[in-house]
C-alpha cells in the first residue's frame, strides 16, 4: 500500500462511518449534543400581542396632537400584569396601565413606556408620543406553533437549550456518543499502576487518547496493555472490537514485532489504508468490520499518536456524534521564525500563539520529535505545512488548526475593540 495523502486518508474515513443510532437524553443532559430530528414549536409565544415596557397601553389616535396642545391626558381603566387576560376594553380618551409581557387589551394599538408619562392619581400625561404599534411584542415573535424552530443536525449551546425548554422538551432527541476502546501494545511498556522500572517505557498513549475522547464528550474504556505476542494482542483486540471504535497504538510499523496490522486482518477487519504522507505519524492505519466497528491503528509514538487523533479519529468520532463541523477550527498566522521543512508530506507542527496589531504569530514550542510530548503538552495549535514546502521564513503567514479552540480569551472584548 502506498501513502495516502491527509485529505484522502480523511475523506476514506468518513466514507466509511456512519451516524450513531438515535437516542433520547433529558433536556439537563443535552448540552453540547446533536439535536438528531426536527424540533417543532407546539404553541405560539408571544401567545397574543404583549406589551414590550412597563407602561400604558394607548390608542395612537388619541395622541396625535401631543405637540400642539401639550401632553395627551388619559383615563386609566385597567391595570394589566403578565399572564393575565384583559377583561375591558380601551375606547377613546382611555389607557391601561401595562406590564412587560402583558397581553395588549382590546381597543389598544400602541404602548407608552412609564418614563415618557406623568401620573396624576387617575389620569395618566402622555409627554412623548412615538410611532402606532411602538413597544407590542407580536403574537408569534419568537415561536410560532406547528414550525420547525430546530433542525436536526444543530448542537445544543445555552441558547438552544433555551428553545427546547420553551417548547417543553423534557427529552431530546439525539446522536448516540459512539462506544471507544483505548489499547495500548508493546513489551515495553509499564501500566500507570505498576512499579517503576528504568527499562521500561510509561504508558501515555492510553491516557492522552483518553483526554482526547474526553474533551469531544466521550468516555472511553482503556483496556491496558497489549504484550508482543499474538495471543495476547489477539484476545485484546477481539475484545475491542465489541466496541464501536477502538484506538489502538503502537505496533503498526514495519517491526519484527509489529503484529497490528496482519493480526486486525486476521479477525475480519477490512484495512482500507496504511501509512499517510504526514510527520509525525505516518504508519496510520484505518479498517472497519463488517459490524461496523471502526479501528485505528495509531503509532506508537506519543505525539504521532495524539497528532492522529486529531487529524483522523476525531472528525470520525464528531461525525458518528451527528455534528456538522468536524474538523478543528484553523487561523491563519505569521511565523515568528525561519525553519526548514522536509519535502513531501504534511508538516504538523506544535505552536504556540500570541498576538499583535497584525494578527496572530505562530511559534515553535520546541523540539519536534514524535517522541517529545512536551512540544504537544505546550502547543496551543499544529502548524500545518504543506507536502511540498521546504523551507519556512519569519513572517510568513502559515495555516495554525487550534487545539483549544474551547478556550476563553486572556482580555474582555471590550477591551479588545477599544484598544
Ligand atoms: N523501519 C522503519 N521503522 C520505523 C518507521 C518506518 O517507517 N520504518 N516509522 C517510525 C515511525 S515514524 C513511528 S511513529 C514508529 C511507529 O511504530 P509503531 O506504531 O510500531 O510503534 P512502536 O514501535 O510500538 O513504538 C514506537 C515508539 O513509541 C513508544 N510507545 C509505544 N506505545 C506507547 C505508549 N502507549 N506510551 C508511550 N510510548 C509508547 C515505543 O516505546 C517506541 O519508543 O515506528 C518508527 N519506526
Ligand atoms: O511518523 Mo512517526 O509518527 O514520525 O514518529
Known amino acids: ?82 399572564g393575565q387576560i384583559p377583561s375591558l376594553r380601551v375606547l377613546q380618551g382611555r389607557s391601561a396601565r401595562i406590564m412587560t ?21 387617575n389620569i395618566v400625561s402622555i409627554l ?26 444543530i448542537t445544543v449551546t445555552p441558547g438552544v437549550l433555551a428553545i427546547l425548554a420553551m417548547v417543553k422538551q423534557k427529552q431530546v432527541p439525539v446522536f448516540a456518543r459512539p462506544t471507544v476502546a483505548i489499547l495500548s501494545t508493546g513489551d515495553e511498556l509499564e501500566g500507570l499502576d505498576e512499579a517503576i522500572d528504568e527499562n521500561k517505557i510509561p ?35 477481539t475484545e475491542g472490537l465489541k466496541y464501536d471504535v477502538l484506538l489502538a497504538s503502537g505496533g503498526v ?16 477487519v477490512q484495512v482500507h489504508f496504511w501509512r499517510v504522507a504526514m510527520r509525525p505519524g505516518h504508519p496510520l492505519a484505518f479498517g ?23 487529524q ?23 511565523l515568528t521564525h525561519d525553519m526548514k521543512d522536509r519535502e513531501g508530506r504534511t508538516h504538523f507542527v506544535r505552536v504556540s500563539l500570541s498576538r499583535d496589531d497584525l494578527g496572530y504569530l505562530a511559534t515553535s514550542t520546541g523540539t519536534q520529535g514524535s517522541g517529545v510530548l512536551m512540544s504537544m503538552a505546550l502547543a496551543e495549535g499544529l502548524m500545518i505545512v504543506p507536502a511540498a514546502a521546504t523551507s519556512l521564513k519569519a513572517g510568513e503567514t502559515v495555516v495554525v488548526q487550534l487545539l483549544q479552540d474551547m478556550d476563553f480569551q486572556e482580555q474582555a472584548a471590550l477591551e479588545n475593540v477599544d484598544g
Do not use: W
Request: net charge negative; hydrophobic share 40%; with cysteine.
Open 1 to 82: 500500500m502506498s501513502y495516502l495523502a491527509v485529505d484522502q486518508a480523511q475523506a476514506c474515513i468518513l466514507e466509511h462511518l456512519s451516524s450513531c443510532a438515535v437516542e433520547s437524553v433529558a433536556l439537563n443532559e443535552s448540552l453540547g449534543r446533536v439535536v438528531a430530528e426536527d424540533i417543532y414549536a407546539n404553541r405560539n409565544h408571544p401567545p397574543y400581542d404583549v406589551s414590550a415596557m412597563d407602561g400604558y397601553a394607548v390608542r395612537f389616535e388619541d395622541l396625535v396632537q401631543i405637540s400642539e396642545a401639550g401632553p395627551a391626558e388619559l383615563e386609566i381603566i385597567d391595570d394589566i400584569r403578565a
Open 101 to 121: 409581557g402583558a397581553p395588549v387589551p382590546a381597543g389598544a394599538d400602541t404602548v407608552i413606556r412609564v418614563e415618557d408619562t406623568e401620573l396624576d392619581e
Open 128 to 153: 412623548v408620543a412615538q410611532k402606532c404599534g411602538t413597544n407590542i411584542r407580536p403574537l408569534g415573535e419568537n415561536l410560532r406553533d406547528g414550525e420547525v424552530v430546530l433542525e436536526a443536525g
Open 203 to 237: 504508558d501515555a498513549n492510553s491516557y492522552a487518547l483518553m483526554a482526547q475522547c474526553q474533551a469531544l464528550g466521550i468516555k472511553p474504556v482503556l483496556l491496558g496493555i497489549a504484550r508482543d505476542n499474538p495471543i495476547e494482542i489477539r484476545a485484546k483486540l
Open 253 to 268: 510499523s514495519v517491526g519484527h514485532h509489529d503484529f497490528m496490522r496482519p493480526m486486525l486482518e486476521e479477525l475480519g
Open 288 to 310: 472497519t468490520t463488517a459490524t461496523g466497528t471502526a479501528v485505528f491503528g495509531l503509532p506508537g509514538n506519543p505525539v504521532s499518536s495524539m497528532v492522529c487523533f486529531e
Open 312 to 334: 483522523f479519529a476525531a472528525p470520525a468520532l464528531k461525525q458518528m456524534m451527528g455534528f456538522q463541523k468536524c474538523f478543528r477550527r484553523t487561523i491563519t498566522a505569521r
